[in-house]
DNA sequence: CTCTTTTCCTACAGACTTACTAGGAAAGGC
DNA sequence: GCCTTTCCTAGTAAGTCTGTAGGAAAAGAG
C-alpha cells in the first residue's frame, strides 16, 4: 500500500524545527541540554542528538559540553527560517526524482513541467524563507501565512 | 550523506504526470500504448505500465486491450489537475512524519507548527490544483504560476 | 477457433532511506 | 581525579523506491 509523497516533512526535519523553537523559547537561561529538549518535545534522545549535531555543523546552534553544558542558538531567533533548520538537517526543500529542478530537461508536451515545478519550489520557498523561529515561538505568524492558515478550507483532507 | 527530502517528486509521481501529459497532447488519434509512451518520454516500459495501472484504478485514464488498444484520459485534459496526477499514484500531497497534517498535536513553544504546515499544504495545493494537463501541455501555465516561474531569483539554488 | 496484440496481475530483488539504538571517546568544569 | 554532557562511529530492523520477469486475461483480425 503506497502512502504520502509529496511535500514530506520527514521526523528528522520535524524534530529539528521543535528542538530549534524549544531554543528560541528558552530566552537566555543558560543552554538546554539535549536529555531536556528531549524530554520536553518527546523526542528519542540519541536520535536528538545525531540532529543537533548537523545543526552545530550548519552552524545554526553551538554546543557547550560538561558540567552545565548544552546548546543554544547561534543567531538571534529572528534570524533564522525554517527553511534554514530543514536544509540543514535534510538538504534541498525541493527536488524531482532527487535532482534540483534546475538540472531537469524535459520533451514534447511536458516541457512546460520545468517552469511549474520552479514556480512550486519558489512558493514553498516563500513560505518556508518567510517565517523564523521567534515568529513560530511567539505564535506570531506573518499575515500572509496566518491568512492561510485560517482559512477553513485549508484544514480538510481532500 | 544525505540528501533531498522536503518536497519531493519521486520518479514515479515525475513519470506519471509526464505520461499524462503525452496523453493530454495526443488529441484524439485513438488510444496511445504504453510503449509509445515509454518511448516518447524515456521511461521504463514496465514501470511505466504499472503506473497507468494506478491511474487507471483511480479513473484518470481508461484503457482498451489487444489489437489496436492503449490508453486515453478519462476526462477532458482541462477538468484533470497535477495535484490529481500526483495524488492517484502517491497519496497524499504533504505530510508530516507519515501523517497529515491535522492528525498531529504540537505543545509548548511548537504550537504554532500545524498552523504553519496548514499553510504550506494549502499553498501548494493552490498550485497544483490550479494548473491544468491542458494548461502544462499547452505551455500555458495560469498567470499567477507562470510569474513565479518568470521570477528570475526562482531559479537559483539556495 | 486461432493468432497476435496489448493490457493486467503477481511476485520479486537490489539499492537505498528512515528512524533509531549502543557504546564509548573527548572535552569542560569542580 | 571525577562527573557531566557533548561528540563520534557503527550498526540494525523495517520500510520504500525503482525497477524486472513472466505470464494470464481480454479484445479484435483473419
Redesign the pocket.
Known amino acids: 500500500?503506497?502512502?504520502?509523497?509529496g511535500m514530506?516533512i520527514?521526523?528528522?526535519?520535524d524534530?529539528a524545527v521543535r528542538a530549534a523553537l524549544q531554543l528560541a523559547s528558552s530566552g537566555d537561561g543558560g543552554?538546554?541540554?539535549?536529555?531536556?529538549i528531549a524530554d520536553a518535545q518527546d523526542?528519542?534522545?540519541?536520535?536528538l542528538?545525531?540532529i543537533?549535531?548537523d545543526m552545530?555543523?550548519g552552524g545554526l546552534v553551538v554546543?557547550?559540553?560538561?558540567?552545565?553544558?548544552?546548546?543554544r542558538l547561534a543567531k538571534p531567533a529572528d534570524a533564522i527560517s525554517i527553511a534554514d533548520v530543514i536544509r540543514v538537517v535534510?538538504g534541498p526543500l525541493v527536488s524531482v526524482?532527487?535532482v534540483r529542478p534546475p538540472e531537469l530537461s524535459y520533451s514534447g508536451p511536458a516541457e512546460s513541467l520545468l517552469p511549474l515545478w520552479i514556480a512550486l519550489r519558489s512558493n514553498v520557498r516563500q513560505i518556508l524563507e518567510g517565517v523564523s523561529l521567534a515568529d513560530v515561538a511567539s505564535s506570531q505568524l506573518p499575515a500572509g501565512v496566518a491568512a492561510l492558515a485560517d482559512a477553513p478550507k485549508a484544514w480538510v483532507n481532500p
Chains 1, 2 share one sequence.
Do not use: C, T
Not at 543552554?31 to 531536556?36: D, V, W, Y
Open positions: 500500500m503506497r502512502d504520502n509523497v514530506r520527514s521526523a528528522r526535519a524534530y543552554p538546554l541540554k539535549a536529555e531536556a523526542i528519542p534522545h540519541k536520535f542528538e545525531s543537533l549535531n552545530r555543523r554546543s557547550q559540553r560538561g558540567g552545565n553544558g548544552g546548546y535534510e526524482r532527487g
